[in-house]
């Protein structure tokens, strides 16, 4: 069992930064591929971003890709997600996420933390 818990959510103007991070707890969180999701209001929940357990590998959506980073430090169980340039199309609840391997789809992710609001304004 893995608990994740997410922070620094909040409201930023357009252009700005927000730095996102996902504390877990229980099972030792560098065996966990490692993702980030959000889920606006009336749409289905998207992938964002996601690690590997090393860290050596990310992948990012297309819509945040140049603008977003996503890193981990094993030794603080800490996920991380800087959020640069920051637009009002990226307001959503944002959710950690742990998959026991290198996963292909949100179905691969077992543990989902309860989500940070992030909003931006025009």
């Known amino acids: 069992q893995v608990q994740l818990v997410e922070s620094g959510g909040g409201l930023v103007e357009a252009g700005g930064s927000l730095r996102l991070s996902c504390v877990a707890s229980g099972r030792t969180f560098s065996s966990y591929f490692m993702g980030w999701f959000r889920q606006a209001p009336g749409k289905e929940r998207e992938f964002v971003a996601a690690?590997?357990?090393?860290?050596?590998?990310?992948y990012y959506a297309d819509s945040v890709k140049g603008r977003c980073t996503i890193s981990r430090t094993n030794g603080k169980n800490t996920l991380y997600l800087q959020m640069n340039s920051l637009k009002p199309e990226d307001t959503a609840v944002y959710y950690c996420?742990?998959?026991?391997?290198?996963?292909?789809?949100?179905?691969?992710?077992?543990?989902w933390g309860q989500g940070t609001q992030v909003t931006v304004s025009s």
């Open positions: 996420a742990a998959a026991p391997r290198v996963a292909r789809g949100s179905y691969d992710y077992h543990y």
């Open positions: 690690i590997s357990v090393t860290g050596a590998s990310t």
